[in-house]
């Protein structure tokens, strides 16, 4: 009698288990899920453009240094460099400074060192185009040779403006 009481018991757990199955009911939705990319630029890093350590300035220094932006794909820009904080700076002739001495140089977009890289948009500035990773930008400078001022340590400041 105990099997057969446990075998009805089972049975009707089983019976208890498809109702309650079978009673069961569902509802489903779906939602919208978006993102809106806008035209951005970012720029990565601007790394230092050291001459390094000279004597007499008597024939150019050369050196690079390298830009990196990044802006989402297909998103026009312009790269412009500003004159510097030198006194008396342009574009075209930029002043390192120590106290009020000052050495001359000069920032191309070429390796040949003949565009000089400004900050007008259309006129001397690098143009690019995003494609969503980053780009990198060499900048070349040039200490050309001149009269040598005092030794000390000589620096500018150049502001990066990307336009887009």
Known sequence: MIARS????LAGAFFFALTETSCAATATTSFTVQVTITATCLINSASTLSFG???VLATNVDQSSTIQVTCTNSTPY???LNAGTGSGATVATRKLTSGGATVNYTLYSNSGRTTVWGNTVGT???AGTGNGSAQNYTVYGRIPAQTTPAPG???DTITVTVTY
């Open 124 to 126: 001397d500035t690098v």
């Open 78 to 80: 312009n790269i412009g």
């Open 6 to 9: 446990g075998a009805l018991a």
């Open 153 to 155: 340590t000589y620096t």
């Open 53 to 55: 350590s000279q004597g």
